[in-house]
């Protein structure tokens, strides 16, 4: 029966998620604070209450309604909600292409710019970032806009997987050069210097995404996208109805009216990246980048060995060599609790010097 899928399908490999059960679990950019048993308590004292029988609220207005008190959203501006940011990727995809138009990202980033791209048939344009420093190739990147004007351009702001954020100039240039969509994904936003969200005045053709899944929110899926209502009016047509659960939205509503335990932890683990990435660059044979996010991108010699040691051990990162070439030999370890970033130094140190 396999006829029946596209060849293109089937020749894409699957996103994969490895077993992480008994591992210390630093693969995945999640926040690794739970909450205490008074907020607990009081969450799940909400859902008693849900009526699974009946459907959601299909336009989520009191979600948002939060999100945009708490984002600091811009009131003339609208909100569509996704499954996290990957549904939003996929519905923007669906909602610009056509015969040959090109969805645009710099490489390495997300993976999903390229593999939705493949899913709804649009060309994909990949543009190398600079070798050594990860930021834009503006010459390469303007250069690229100017021959194929897509019609969807992704900037990761900060980037996944190197973590770093672009030059604030480098993207106003991209945005005033682009005719197409430009979407600022800001998925890591909490843990970074600088925001787009108060551009969305200045320029037409600017979205900006968002996920809580990395600030603490991982296992409820909620992406949202904030845009003019006359660009969202037109995306809204292809949202699926009732795409964001019942217990997704009562629990989103409850997080964001408890916002401040998150901002605390966020915090803590801005502080634990600092001490992270030091005591990384202090180990012999390693090169670490600097992370405006909640991961740290790292190399080192045999990092294929390496990470297969510290997994040997339960400890659980991302190792990307093999994915890009100017990812070679590079790792990835998300920041964990002081106690997990702990000894995950204290294994890397040891699987090194074997």
């Not at 930021?135 to 702001?157: G, K, N, R, V, W």
Request: proline fraction near 4%.
């Amino acid at each position: 029966m396999n006829k029946w899928i596209r060849q293109e399908i089937q020749q894409l490999s699957a996103y994969k998620v490895p077993e992480s059960s008994n591992s210390i679990k630093l693969d995945a950019m999640e926040n690794p604070y739970k909450w205490d048993m008074e907020h607990t308590e009081a969450w799940l004292k909400i859902l008693r209450n849900v009526s699974l029988n009946r459907y959601p609220e299909s336009s989520a207005n009191e979600v948002k309604q939060q999100l945009r008190s708490v984002m600091q959203i811009p009131d003339n501006m609208e909100i569509i909600l996704g499954n996290g940011s990957d549904e939003l990727i996929q519905t923007l995809a669906l909602a610009v292409n056509d015969e040959g138009r090109v969805l645009l990202a710099p490489e390495p980033s997300f993976v999903m710019y390229r593999m939705i791209a493949n899913f709804v048939r649009m060309k994909y344009v990949g543009v190398p970032l600079q070798v050594g420093d990860f930021e834009l190739d503006m010459f390469a990147m303007l250069e690229e806009i100017e021959i194929h004007q897509p019609a969807l351009t992704f900037l990761a702001h900060p980037n996944n997987p190197t973590g770093n954020a672009f030059f604030v100039d480098d993207i106003e240039s991209v945005l005033e050069t682009a005719t197409g969509l430009v979407v600022i994904d800001e998925a890591y936003a909490s843990f970074a210097e600088h925001s787009f969200m108060d551009s969305l005045y200045k320029y037409p053709n600017l979205l900006v995404m968002r996920t809580l899944s990395k600030l603490g929110l991982a296992g409820i899926r909620l992406g949202f996208l904030v845009g003019s209502p006359e660009l969202l009016g037109q995306i809204e047509k292809l949202r699926l109805p009732y795409n964001i659960n019942t217990l997704t939205q009562l629990s989103a509503v409850f997080a964001m009216q408890n916002y401040e335990v998150l901002e605390q932890q966020t915090k803590q683990i801005k502080i634990d990246r600092e001490i992270l990435t030091t005591r990384l660059e202090e180990m012999k044979g390693i090169h670490v980048w600097p992370s405006q996010a909640n991961f740290i991108l790292f190399q080192t010699k045999n990092a294929e060995k390496v990470f297969e040691r510290l997994k040997a051990r339960n400890v659980l990162i991302k190792c990307l060599h093999g994915n890009y070439p100017t990812l070679e030999n590079c790792l990835r370890v998300t920041v964990g609790t002081s106690e997990e970033n702990k000894i995950f130094l204290q294994v890397l140190e040891q699987v090194i010097e074997d």
